[in-house]
């Protein structure tokens, strides 16, 4: 399953609202679907699965949502922390699939 | 705390091989799959397989089969991902990540810090 993630980069302003989006070639069960953030130098840390599930220590300005084909992460207000890349990955079929990655950079 | 230590940076020619460990504390290691993912510079993550820590049954995409090895040690809860026949693009950092408990198919809540592996004449 090929994810496709958009777009390529987000630059905003710390408070603003960031939506990104994920997109997959076929149909993922909502139950197979996580969000992970990376920033330089660091390994990603999982922000959500299952779709809408925040992983623990997560603030809740982060939420995601989908179904099918079509995901979102959405970041309420950005702190200066949440500058990062996000990657999407898939797990409801072999093989386990990442999208190609979101930067959201300061604007 | 769950916590996977990754092996140190390695430097290796054309051709050769590179194992890479991961050392699991915090929780127990047989209950949880043990995933590997890598990443070129400046490039996204790619997934390499799985090892199922009880069984030591493991799964990988076609890509990699006949080149990674995926094995466990469960006396010291470590994994080792092995990597043959090296090419310059198979320079990149290495991830462990910990699976799903029991299932085989999961998100990655716990990563290692990474190896760098990089592969130069």
């Known amino acids: 399953i090929v994810l496709t993630q958009s777009p390529g980069t987000l630059s905003l302003s710390p408070g603003e609202r960031a939506s990104l989006s994920c997109r997959a070639s076929q149909t993922i069960g909502s139950s197979y679907f996580a969000w992970y953030q990376q920033k330089p130098g660091q390994a990603p840390r999982l922000l959500i699965y299952a779709t809408s599930y925040r992983a623990t220590g997560i603030p809740d300005r982060f939420s995601g949502r989908g179904s099918g084909t079509d995901f979102t992460l959405t970041i309420s207000r950005l702190e200066p922390e949440d500058f990062a890349v996000y990657y999407c990955?898939?797990?409801?079929?072999?093989?386990?699939?990442f999208g190609g990655g979101t930067k959201v950079e300061i604007k | 705390q769950v916590q996977l230590v990754q092996s140190g940076a390695e430097v290796k020619k054309p051709g050769a091989s590179v194992r890479v460990s991961c050392k699991a504390s915090?929780?127990?290691?047989?209950?949880?799959?043990i995933h590997w993912v890598r990443q070129a510079p400046g490039q996204g993550l790619d997934w390499m397989g799985w090892?199922?820590?009880?069984?030591?049954?493991?799964n990988s995409p076609q890509k990699f089969q006949g080149r990674v090895t995926m094995t466990r040690d469960t006396s010291i809860g470590t994994a080792y991902m092995e990597l043959t026949s090296l090419t310059s693009d198979d320079t990149a950092v290495y991830y462990c990540l910990r699976g799903g408990q029991l299932v085989a198919s999961s998100s990655f809540d716990s990563w290692g810090q990474g190896t760098l592996v990089r592969v130069c004449s």
């Open positions: 990955q898939q797990y409801t079929s072999s093989p386990l699939t």
């Open positions: 090892i199922n820590p009880t069984t030591g049954g493991t």
């Open positions: 915090g929780y127990s290691f047989t209950g949880y799959y």
